[in-house]
């Protein structure tokens, strides 16, 4: 039976449902965001079901976007599915009616935290889609575990990623061991000694550099379709810029001392003690945002350099009436940047780490709707994932992390279909820092993403 989707798609939809059916309902789809992945996953469950291959469906996805999966089941299959969301304390059921003729398709939708904690394993006739797969990219996480048992269990599977692999190429075990477990049917062990080289390190080893990655690239493409923006959409150009931010005085004397001792004494303050690398890492970063955590977790305000740069940067958008998004890693850096702009009477939102749905789409409405300039300053981890802002033109990131898909997430919200004008990207990078290290590496995973991805052809010149 030929299945017809409900509403229109556009050819890059079109070509990956098809592909992956080929592929027996089996496959990673690689779009970048707001290429309408979703979308195409509910297309192929359709068309799956059509065919009497499956009988339900589970939708495996980050907790904030459970509500783009029921809108977009709802708008696409009006009348025609069933909608159950799992959530933490409570699980909900929508019925509706038939589906081409048969019982109506039932949708699960849960998290992956509630995949592990309550043990969900479907039956065999069950179409797993996993919405940002990266997120069961470690080979030995229970997530990843669980995931792993899954796609032992059923048949029809699907992994959706604009990011699939953030930390760089050895990623992809995890996300094939659930969606195709004969593509490396070798262990964790064994993948990581094919495709990298390992120096020793006290109880333990440290990745040296990649190899035979022309193997895995033919791999992992003969069962992934991939898609870039510049290939499927129209819109407005994006342009990327550094803006240099200079540390000076005590910031700079507490920076280098904490990089090669380890240990600084703060102004009229406590001593601060980094002896780990990853504390090191994380203090050093916080120090280029003008603060530092002191050993009681406390933040200490050390330098306002980097706020300055942003205001400088800032003042001339605003006078404009422009709207701006604001991505911070640490919870302090959001707290001053709010302050700072509410003390200049601008009006401010927040997008922050434990915010509910509900919060969430209020402080997105507030800053697409408010009559005038208006700064969203968002977690990076908290809001680089299911919202749509692009009413908004700039973005700026105020700090990084070394995770890609924080910030290819972040960088892509205002990127999507429904922008008109032409986007700016701003990085605020302390020079001579860790921001620049951080940078290179996200670009370097970015490259290495899109030639295993095939969105381009040669490595050195991407």
């Not at 017809?4 to 970048?32: F, K, S, V, W």
């Not at 819109?235 to 507490?254: G, H, S, W, Y």
């Not at 945002?289 to 050993?295: E, L, M, Q, R």
């Amino acid at each position: 039976m030929m299945y017809h989707a409900p509403r229109p798609l556009y050819d890059h939809q079109i070509t990956a449902a098809r592909e992956i059916m080929d592929q027996h309902g089996r496959g990673l789809l690689h779009h970048e965001m707001g290429t309408g992945k979703t979308a195409t996953a509910i297309t192929v469950a359709g068309a799956l079901a059509t065919r009497e291959l499956i009988d339900n469906v589970l939708v495996i996805c980050p907790l904030n976007a459970i509500p783009i999966w029921s809108q977009e089941i709802e708008t696409w299959y009006s009348g025609l599915a069933t909608i159950k969301l799992v959530l933490a304390g409570q699980t909900s059921t929508r019925e509706t009616e038939t589906f081409n003729g048969s019982p109506p398709l039932l949708f699960t939708v849960t998290t992956y935290d509630l995949m592990v904690r309550r043990d969900i394993m479907p039956d065999p006739n069950t179409f797993v889609i996993m919405d940002e797969c990266q997120k069961i990219k470690g080979a030995g996480t229970r997530r990843s575990r669980h995931a792993a048992r899954m796609g032992l269990v059923t048949t029809h599977r699907l992994g959706l990623s604009g990011t699939p692999a953030p930390q760089g190429p050895l990623d992809y075990y995890g996300i094939f061991r659930f969606i195709e477990p004969r593509l490396f049917p070798m262990t964790w062990t064994k993948f990581r000694q094919k495709y990298a080289t390992w120096l020793p390190y006290p109880r333990q080893y440290i990745r040296k550099d990649y190899q035979n990655l022309d193997d895995l690239k033919d791999r992992v493409g003969s069962i992934t379709h991939s898609v870039s923006k510049a290939d499927c959409l129209d819109l407005p150009p994006k342009t990327r810029q550094i803006v240099d931010v200079t540390l000076r005085d005590d910031a700079r004397r507490i920076y280098h001392e904490l990089e090669k001792n380890f240990i600084t004494q703060l102004p009229d303050g406590p001593v601060i003690v980094a002896d780990h690398v990853l504390v090191r890492l994380t203090r050093l970063s916080q120090v280029t945002g003008g603060f530092v955590n002191d050993t009681g977790g406390k933040s200490q305000p050390i330098s306002n350099a980097k706020i300055s740069a942003l205001c400088d940067l800032v003042e001339p958008l605003l006078d404009a009436k422009e709207r701006i998004t604001i991505f911070a890693r640490f919870r302090a850096e959001v707290a001053d940047i709010e302050k700072t702009f509410k003390t200049l009477g601008v009006h401010v939102g927040t997008i922050k780490g434990g915010d509910s749905s509900d919060r969430r789409e209020q402080a997105c409405e507030e800053y697409l709707t408010h009559d005038g300039p208006t700064i969203l300053v968002c977690s990076l981890g908290a809001a680089s994932e299911a919202i749509n802002l692009s009413g908004s033109a700039y973005t700026i990131f105020y700090s990084l992390d070394f995770d890609l898909s924080h910030v290819e997430q972040a960088d892509a919200r205002n990127d999507r279909p429904g922008q008109t004008r032409p986007m700016t990207t701003y990085f605020l990078l302390a020079s001579k820092t860790v921001d620049h290290y951080m940078y290179d590496a996200v670009v370097h995973k970015r490259r290495l993403q899109d030639w295993i991805g095939g969105f381009v052809d040669d490595l050195k010149a991407s």
